[in-house]
């Protein structure tokens, strides 16, 4: 059985969620930026009280209210470093229908398994785009982690639940949730990651994630551009395998709806890539990628 609850703001919405989820049910609640915003210490206290959850954030323009009825993708810091402290997530970015289905089947798997919030990370255009989907999805079976009644506590705690502020303790915690984050990304790994389209035999990339999926897509077959197309799915864990794809490449672009490309910021931090400006195609007007725009800016670029 399945049931829908609306309240009266986000702050209620995640501690129910949290609530349902502590008594044994599978739970996924939904926002965007302006409701995540309100969400996060509630995110912070799941990562602390070991709560599994699934949070939908679909980004639309900020700051603020921003462009209130608009698509971006402004929300990835967001999404990646929200909430108080030092804790596990996990951040899947989908950028097709058939991959928003799989993407909420792994980050329940990847929840309850390990008792981590987990956020799929949308966008409006993606949210709310009409599609056709050809295909089965690859889904896999999901086993609920909390079975029988159990103490939980968003203080630092023992393993009965009784609140700490004994140092030993407070380290040996915190010990076990790194450990946990390193089993996460080696589960993780059993998923797509990233995925590569395009030639195969060429050394540029155009490297993107989440809805810009389907233009970018287009714009290569409509083009003809003699280009690889990297597209990240999972922003955390991030892939160790991404680096060594890129290894070879001779000229990469990026592709956001972002002013920012924080993208960019993550593949500096995380493999130490840095991608000059001249090769950032941005757009933060509010409005989604056109392919044939897409093509010309491209192969301008790759020129």
């Not at 309100?38 to 949070?55: H, R």
């Amino acid at each position: 059985k399945h049931k829908v609850i609306e309240l009266e703001n986000e702050i209620a919405v995640i501690i129910a969620a949290l609530g349902s989820s502590l008594v044994g049910s599978r739970v996924m609640c939904g926002t965007s930026g302006g409701g995540f915003d309100l969400m996060t210490e509630g995110l912070s206290m799941a990562g602390q009280a070991e709560i599994p959850i699934v949070i939908y954030l679909s980004s639309r323009p900020g700051p603020s209210t921003g462009l209130a009825t608009y698509s971006s993708q402004g929300d990835l810091n967001l999404a990646l470093y929200s909430g108080h402290g030092e804790f596990n997530r996990v951040v899947i970015a989908p950028g097709d229908v058939i991959e928003s289905v799989e993407s909420t089947n792994q980050a329940f798997y990847l929840s309850q398994k390990f008792k981590v919030p987990v956020i799929i990370l949308g966008d409006k255009h993606l949210a709310e785009s009409k599609s056709i989907a050809y295909g089965k999805e690859k889904l896999i079976e999901i086993k609920n982690s909390i079975t029988k009644p159990e103490r939980f506590n968003s203080y630092e705690h023992d393993e009965r639940g009784n609140a700490t502020e004994e140092a030993r303790l407070t380290v040996n915690n915190f010990n076990k949730r790194m450990k946990i984050g390193k089993e996460l990304a080696r589960e993780a790994e059993n998923f797509n990651g990233f995925k590569v389209y395009g030639n195969k035999n060429s050394k540029n990339f155009v490297i993107s994630w989440g809805s810009t999926k389907g233009a970018i897509l287009d714009a290569l077959e409509e083009g003809k551009i003699d280009t690889k197309f990297l597209q990240i799915v999972y922003i955390e864990p991030f892939s160790d395998k991404i680096k060594a794809e890129l290894k070879k490449a001779e000229k990469i672009l990026i592709v956001e709806n972002n002013a920012t490309s924080q993208l960019s910021q993550l593949l500096a931090q995380k493999i130490g890539l840095v991608i000059e400006d001249k090769n950032k195609i941005l757009r933060y007007d509010g409005r989604p990628f056109f392919s044939d725009e897409l093509a010309e800016e491209i192969k301008q670029r790759l020129r």
